[in-house]
């Protein structure tokens, strides 16, 4: 595997009329999945759009596969190796799942209209949409949608795939179909996946990074993060007061995650949902920050 | 790579990359109900236009048959060209992270508006074959190279409608854009033709031919002969080729940064003037009415 | 608060353009109607009208307790201020040109306005939340169409300026009516297949004392 850098960033720092969506940050990505999570306003998209180079930063050094997007040529060099897919995407009427998939396949400069169709064909069924793919985009259901979207994104293999929200409204099936998909291409691409899924992070990741307020509050392995919560959660027949966080499970039994297991209490192996409250610490709404 | 991976394409030229995104949406335009509608109607317009002139063979001039491909392909291309560059507009974020940049986007759809005008020079083509195989009498007042003029200005504004519908999505926000447009165009032509109704003059000759399509013969009254307007069919067209040239440079203008900014608002410059020097040149001639 | 949600930006923007154009009937030194110029307003308040249906929040606004139809009456509210316009301009004509045929403009442009609410409320009724662009597109360009072009039969004046007005009054006033049929007929509340199940299913009634021949229920 490729261990040099393909994302560095460095003093990111983004601002919208005043309020403050990414302040300082610094981070270094490499072949592999990393998962960002966040609370909503965190910055997570901010950071996949400047990523993307569909969004500048106010200041801060920006460098992808090796390149720094300031000039066309290496904006063009950067966008041949880079796939995106959006929190939200529009598709034009009229247009099938094939259709709307050639036509970013041409704008990734797939000129060859041979190798195009074949590679259309190709990520069409990576997303199990290949018996669809000659049905019109608005006649498909959220989740077919929402992977026509990701069909896009794996385009020519892209050396760094940027996929924010990739399994909303997503079947469970379909779910780890994808995660096989990911798992995958991350062998030799640089992923960074924006999820409010916690355990798409567990079962992908081998890194998260954890935004808040546009500051990164964890950078490491996801067992690191689980660890944290070590000792920290564990099973009570009611709600204990001291815990951060305490809901009822499906077994009738109440899960508390708090500073500290009360002795006699039942221990439990924590979870990375568990770890990333924590981790933010019942901080309540964030305010002032765009996502 | 795993098996079954493609090898990515090397980056390719430039122009090849644009002539497959102009070739792609050159069949979306050609696909549009819109455009489809406008072709149906210019053929149907045209079938009755030349039935008429074949009835009337021994006392008709064509006159100003232009107005069908200017309205049919010209006028409702506004909204075809408008509505093909915004439908793309949901998906704009992840089309903006692909090496096509905005700028070759439009630029592929300024090319896709061609696909009006071929179908406008082949109505053109087929109006100089219908008129010499009807041997409908063309007045001695139009000679033959400005009838040419008048019958290709037709076909330019079937391209310049559609390439006015980019420039007005790439510009504008709001709904209903292309109505407003279309509207604005239809308006500043018919008010061109207020000075049909005055005495000849320079200045009604420029307020007559500054219009972005215009009607060249016209009649004091319903029970008047007809005559042609002053002015210079010839530079009118050339006016009217400048005009699309301006349209697609300024559908280019957002989106386009540095140097290539630089070259766009040149050549927004350079046409301008140029343009305004063909509409002087157009309008030059003696303005006197010549009877048909 | 229904009529919050439409979108008075487009409205009134398509109905000041509207009047600016006939504003400039008004004022131009021209010796006879300016029918063309006003009939080109008109077009924009068709445009302007065409997005009064329009209900992006559908999916939500759907489920709630007003029914569709209600929701259409109130929003045919905003209709007044295209309509206002026309009226105040063809009245405002009549008084410069004493020959306006007041009747056969106002019965034209109320007919105009209803036909592309009906077309709106159609492309609604087939699922498309906001049909606004798709209708003004095509009413306003089938209007410039018969605007321009006066096409066949020419016993049907749509837009006529010297003779056929009483014709065209009654042609308008046909359309007028059947669009607002139309749009009545289409704004009715989607289909509740499983309602209509189960009003159909007989529910026996829990008996609180004994049947008549002594057997519980």
Known sequence: MNTTASVELTGITKRYRGTTALEGVDLSLRPGITGLLGPNGAGKTTLLRILATVLAPDAGVVRLLGRVPTSAEALAEIRRRLGYLPQEMGFPRGFTGFAFVEYVAVLKEWTARDSRHEEVRRVLDLVDLGDVATRRVRALSGGQRRRVGLAQALLGAPDLLLLDEPTTGVDPEQRVSLRQVLSTAGERSTIVLSTHQTEDVAALCDRVVVLDRGRILFDGSVRDLVGTARGRVWLADAPDPQARASWRTGTGRHRNVGALAPRGSEPTEPTLEDAYLLLLGGRGQTTGVAA | MSAGLLERPAAPAQTLALRSLAALEARRYARSPLFLIGVSLLVWTTTVATGDLAKNAATADPGDLDLLPAFCLGLLGVFVGHQLTRSLDGADEALGATPSDRVRRTAALCLACLVPGVVALVWVGWMSAALAMWRIPLSASISSGARAAMLLSGAVCAVGGPLFGVLVARWTRFPGSALVAVVVLAGWTLLSTVSLAQPPSRSGTFLHLSAPFTAWVSMDSPRSAAWVAGGSPGWYLAYLVLLCGLAASAALFPGSTGPRRTRVLRVLGSLAVVAVVCLVLAVLPDPARIPL | ?217
């Open chain 3, 1 to 217: 608060m229904i009529l919050r949600g439409v979108d008075w930006r487009v409205v009134l923007g398509g109905a000041a353009l509207g009047a600016t154009v006939l504003l400039l009937c008004l004022a131009l030194p021209v010796e006879g109607l300016p029918l063309t110029y006003v009939r080109l307003a008109l077009i924009a308040l068709v445009g302007a009208t065409a997005f009064v249906l329009d209900e992006p929040a559908a999916a939500v606004v759907d489920a709630v307790p007003v029914p569709r139809r209600r929701r259409t009456a109130v929003r045919l509210i905003a209709t007044l201020v295209p309509l206002g316009v026309w009226t105040a301009a063809v009245l405002g004509l009549a008084v410069r040109h004493p020959q306006t045929p007041v009747r056969g403009l106002l019965v034209e442009g109320a007919g105009a306005l209803a036909v592309v609410l009906a077309g709106a409320a159609v492309l609604r009724w087939t699922g498309l939340r906001e049909p606004g662009e798709v209708t003004a597109t095509f009413t306003g360009a089938t209007l410039l169409a018969f605007l321009l072009f006066d096409p066949p039969p020419h016993s049907v004046p749509v837009f006529p300026v010297h003779d056929g007005w009483a014709t065209s009054t009654l042609l308008w006033a046909g359309l007028g009516l059947t669009a607002l049929i139309v749009v009545a007929v289409a704004s009715g509340d989607v289909e509740r297949p499983a309602a209509e199940a189960l009003r159909r299913i007989h529910i026996p009634r829990r008996r609180t004392s004994p049947a008549p021949n002594g057997v519980s229920s």
